[in-house]
C-alpha cells in the first residue's frame, strides 16, 4: 500500500463508490463530486489516496485554516479494514499538517459511532466537550 495526493482524473470514480458505500450520504452537500471539486478548489493538497496498485483502497481529507487542523473523509474499503490503513491515513496527514506549522487537530464523529470513536482514541485523539453546530449556505450548493 502507498498513500499519495488525490488525483482526479486516475482517482474521482474509485474515490466516489467508496464514499457512497462508506458513508451513504443523505444530503445534497455532502455528495461526493462536489465535495471532491470543492477540496480540489483549495489547492492545498491535503486530499490523500491509499492505493494498492490501482486500486483506492482508502481516504483522508485535511484542512488547515492557520489556527487549527482537522481530519475528514476517512474511508478504508470494508476488505481492507484492521490492515492499518485507517490508521497510516490518518498518520500521514498529521504529518502534512504538522509540516504546516498545525498544533491541534479536530475531527467530528457521528454521536453514538463507537467503533469510530475507538479507532480515533487508539490513534491518540480523546473527546472534547463541545457542541457542534453548522449552517449549510444554499446558495452554494447545487440542486440537481
Not at 489556527?67 to 502534512?96: D, F, M, T
Amino acid at each position: 500500500m502507498i498513500i499519495k495526493p488525490f488525483d482526479n482524473a486516475s482517482h474521482r470514480e474509485q474515490v466516489i463508490a467508496l464514499w457512497e458505500v462508506v458513508f451513504g450520504y443523505e444530503t445534497a452537500h455532502n455528495r461526493p463530486g462536489l465535495a471532491i471539486d470543492k477540496k480540489i478548489a483549495m489547492k492545498d493538497q491535503l486530499f490523500f489516496v491509499a492505493l494498492l496498485d490501482t486500486e483506492v483502497i482508502g481516504t483522508i481529507m485535511a484542512g488547515y485554516d492557520g489556527h487549527r487542523g482537522w481530519i475528514y473523509s476517512v474511508a478504508v474499503h470494508k476488505k481492507h479494514r484492521k490492515q492499518g490503513v485507517g490508521s497510516n491515513l490518518v498518520s500521514h496527514a498529521e504529518r502534512a499538517l504538522a509540516e504546516r506549522g498545525c498544533m491541534k487537530i479536530n475531527l467530528q464523529i457521528a454521536q453514538g459511532n463507537e467503533s469510530v470513536a475507538a479507532f480515533y482514541a487508539s490513534l491518540g485523539y480523546s473527546e472534547e466537550k463541545r457542541v457542534s453546530m453548522g449552517k449549510r449556505i444554499p446558495e452554494n450548493i447545487p440542486v440537481d
